[in-house]
């Protein structure tokens, strides 16, 4: 079974930056990146196949989010610029089985444990 394990996550002010890591035990298909605030649902926050196509993401993170992946290390990354307090929530890797489903938390068949982002005003 597939192993995702991020990092990065922290507690940064407004305005600031963070790049978050997956490193995947294995790596095929779609790669992306969820997010859930406290009494919230889980989101997601972008998307891509493991060949660059199907990039997607989410209204939120247009323009201060980006996606990208090192295939030969098995990493995909997300950096977040401009952060907001709204960002707040904790961030998942997420991989499914199949090119381009990696945007819908449906067809997610694979979760990390979630790395903990915190922006304060």
């Known amino acids: 079974e597939m192993k995702l394990v991020e990092s990065g996550g922290d507690s940064v002010q407004a305005g600031g930056s963070l790049r978050l890591s997956c490193t995947a035990s294995e790596y095929r298909y779609c790669m992306g990146w969820f997010r859930q605030a406290p009494g919230k649902e889980r989101e997601v926050v972008a998307s891509m196949d493991i060949n660059g196509g199907n990039m997607k993401y989410a209204d939120f993170a247009e323009g201060r989010f980006t996606i990208s992946h090192d295939s030969n290390k098995r990493i995909h990354y997300l950096q977040m610029n401009d952060l907001r307090p709204e960002d707040t929530a904790t961030y998942y890797c997420?991989?499914?089985?199949?090119?381009?489903?990696?945007?819908?938390?449906?067809?997610?068949?694979?979760w990390g444990q979630g790395t903990q982002v915190t922006v304060s005003s």
């Open positions: 997420a991989a499914a089985r199949t090119y381009g489903a990696c945007a819908v938390s449906d067809n997610v068949r694979f």
